[in-house]
Antibody
Framework: EVQLVESGGGLVQPGESLRLSCAVS????????MTWVRQAPGKGLEWVSV???????DYTDSVKGRFTISRDNSKNTVYLHMSSLRAEDTAVYYC???????????????WGQGTMVTVSS | EIVLTQSPGTLSLSPGERATLSCRPS???????LAWYQQKPGQAPRLLIY???SRATGIPDRFSGSWSGTDFTLSISRLEPEDFAVYYC????????FGGGTKVEIK
């Protein structure tokens, strides 16, 4: 069964760090692009970061220098290490597979259920 | 950054009616890089359409995507009760951005 399960969310204070995990089953993270998307309470979706199969990474501007995406192929898990957290980082964080459908068509086709991160003093 | 403007913000319709949702990019986006997602309360988003017009696996054929010039459209031919949700467009042509969403609510 194809499944993504996020974990690691919680309540932290501003300036602290947190590491989110996305455990994948049903396909290999080593040969797929994986991404993180977040959603602040009552707001829309915001793309956060992506890791490509060659370990190249990209980030939205607001998290550059603070967040790091990585993966452990042996555990088939993707991580999002978040540091210097701010109140505006409060959101549900979703892990998703960034899938190439052939040609240039691309979209996020499999999603986890999300993990909540709250940054507050 | 490419900004995607979705309209209307809210669409009030009855089951059985047709829904037409718009997504307008601030700059040109290739059709390969435009997707639509559905999100219900408390759930993760679900991919509906990729490549502007291709339905994802398991998506009913009442959902269709199209484009005209630079504007993209998601159409739902006959609304079923389970279709009332929020819909987001997404572009992948220049970095990755989502539109602000259109809520389709029961009239």
């Amino acid at each position: 069964e194809v499944q993504l399960v996020e974990s690691g969310g919680g309540l932290v204070q501003p300036g602290e760090s947190l590491r989110l995990s996305c455990a994948v089953s049903g396909f290999s993270v080593s040969t797929n692009y994986m991404t993180w998307v977040r959603q602040a309470p009552g707001k829309g979706l915001e793309w956060v970061s992506v890791i490509y199969s060659a370990d190249n990474t990209d980030y939205t501007d607001s998290v550059k220098g603070r967040f790091t995406i990585s993966r452990d192929n042996s555990k088939n898990t993707v991580y999002l290490h978040m540091s210097s957290l701010r109140a505006e980082d409060t959101a549900v964080y979703y892990c998703a597979r960034d899938h190439r459908f052939g040609g240039y068509d691309e979209a996020f086709d499999i999603w986890g259920q999300g993990t909540m991160v709250t940054v507050s003093s | 950054e490419i900004v995607l403007t979705q309209s209307p913000g809210t669409l009030s319709l009855s089951p059985g009616e047709r829904a037409t949702l718009s997504c307008r990019p601030s700059q040109s986006v290739g059709t390969s890089y435009l997707a639509w997602y559905q999100q219900k309360p408390g759930q993760a988003p679900r991919l509906l359409i990729y490549g502007a017009s291709s339905r994802a696996t398991g998506i009913p054929d009442r959902f269709s995507g199209s484009w005209s010039g630079t504007d993209f459209t998601l159409s739902i031919s006959r609304l079923e009760p389970e279709d009332f949700a929020v819909y987001y467009c997404q572009q992948y042509g220049s970095s990755i951005t989502f539109g602000g969403g259109t809520k389709v609510e029961i009239k």
